[in-house]
């Protein structure tokens, strides 16, 4: 079955950390540019992260920049979107999909929570 699952995310304070994982089956993550995007309640869904599939080229919004690093685990499928110095701004339902840009993306994931208490 081809499929993105997205974990790691869960309720943090102002400040803090989270990991989340975007784990592929039925297909190789490294064959795609795989992008992390996020959708705030009420809010147009925004590009965070990016890592393209040849030299791991990676791209970030100026509101993530410097906070949040994209990364691949080829041996386990996995992409990883480690997240530090949340804040409440962050609060969003985070998906990763098969594109670096949404409207070209074939497969998203069913998402995962942040949520950034202040």
């Known amino acids: 079955q081809v499929q993105l699952v997205e974990s790691g995310g869960g309720l943090v304070q102002l400040g803090g950390s989270l990991r989340l994982s975007c784990a592929a089956s039925?297909?190789?993550?490294?064959?795609?540019?795989i992008g992390w995007f996020r959708q705030a309640p009420g809010k147009e869904r925004e590009g965070v992260s990016c890592?393209?599939?040849?030299?791991?080229?990676?791209y970030y919004a100026d509101s993530v920049k410097g906070r949040f690093t994209i990364s691949r685990d080829s041996h386990k499928n996995t992409v990883y979107l480690q997240m530090n110095s949340l804040k409440p701004e962050d609060t969003a339902d985070y998906y990763c999909?098969?594109?670096?840009?949404?409207?070209?993306?074939?497969?998203w994931g069913q998402g995962t929570q942040v949520t950034v208490s202040s």
């Open positions: 999909a098969t594109d670096c840009r949404d409207i070209r993306a074939w497969l």
């Open positions: 039925g297909f190789i993550l490294d064959d795609h540019d």
């Open positions: 890592i393209s599939r040849t030299d791991s080229i990676t």
